[in-house]
């Protein structure tokens, strides 16, 4: 898909909306984020370049945990604050 129609597809639905759209996909299909995203984009023949600029960060959270769940991206060591 060319610029002009991802810009166009920015300015048809917002951030919001477009969140709570697949948080919506999430409970009602039983999905993980990630599939519910990759739903919506393809029910709305949207470009999946854009999905990033349409996620909120509570989303893209999400995402990232599903991917560490799945050993997709390296697990966080967490460390104490105290050596």
Do not use: C, G
Not at 23 to 38: F, H, L, M, R, S
Not at 70 to 75: E, G, H, Q, R, S
Request: proline share 6%; glycine share 0%; net charge neutral.
């Amino acid at each position: 898909m060319n610029r002009w129609y991802n810009s166009l597809m920015l300015h048809t639905i917002s951030k919001e909306e477009f969140s709570k759209k697949v948080e919506k996909y999430v409970q009602e299909k039983n999905t993980p984020y990630i599939d519910a995203v990759i739903l919506f984009m393809e029910e709305y023949s949207f470009d999946f370049s854009i999905a990033p600029k349409l996620l909120n960060q509570p989303i893209l959270e999400k995402i990232e945990n599903e991917y560490r769940d799945l050993n997709l991206l390296p697990k966080i060591k967490n460390k104490l604050p105290f050596s």
